[in-house]
């Protein structure tokens, strides 16, 4: 007779937050209130548990599952969290910093690789230059894309979204 396997503790997703800083233009403080917003830094946490797809075994419609909640999840919590008037006032070129949060280690390449979905949602969530929604993830001229891992208790991805320094 076989025996019960015992369930698996489900480690707890990031609670969503987002942080939203005003930039103010160059100079003094008093100035650059004055001058008014130039921009946003935006820092959400998505409540998405990421999975190297080269380490699933087994079932592949799991997979494809989990990729459709990725998507649904990180659209979702981008609409809800930043209001219009912030995602309106970004323009590229866009530097996006995006870290996995969990509980283990995981390798660089395949943290990059499990973030593709939350990484294809926000580029499709981003303003291009135009003011429409949507920048083209592959093109370096809108955005520069980069990775980080960090230990924490719970899943979740860090995403920091700031305009890029002028060269």
């Known amino acids: 007779m076989?025996?019960?396997r015992k369930p698996r503790k489900q480690t707890p997703l990031l609670p969503q937050a987002a942080r939203i800083t005003?930039?103010?233009?160059?100079?003094?403080?008093f100035l650059g209130l004055m001058r008014?917003?130039?921009g946003y830094v935006l820092e959400i946490d998505l409540p998405v548990r990421t999975y190297s797809e080269m380490n699933v075994r087994g079932n592949r419609w799991k997979l494809t599952d989990r990729k459709q909640e990725q998507k649904s999840t990180t659209?979702?919590?981008l609409a809800a969290m930043v209001p219009r008037e912030v995602r309106d006032a970004l323009r590229p070129t866009y530097v996006?910093?995006?870290t996995r949060l969990g509980p283990k280690r995981m390798d660089s390449d395949a943290a990059c690789i499990s973030m593709k979905f939350c990484r294809d949602t926000i580029a499709k969530w981003l303003p291009n230059a135009?003011?429409?929604a949507g920048i083209d993830d592959g093109d370096d001229d809108e955005a520069e894309w980069k990775?980080?891992?960090e230990l924490a208790p719970m899943f979740g991805v860090r995403v920091r979204i700031e305009r890029k320094a002028e060269a």
């Open 2 to 4: 076989k025996r019960a």
């Open 130 to 132: 135009r003011g429409a």
């Open 96 to 98: 996006i910093t995006m």
């Open 75 to 77: 659209s979702s919590v």
């Open 22 to 29: 005003p930039v103010f233009a160059e100079g003094d403080a």
């Open 36 to 38: 008014g917003v130039v």
């Open 147 to 149: 990775y980080a891992r």
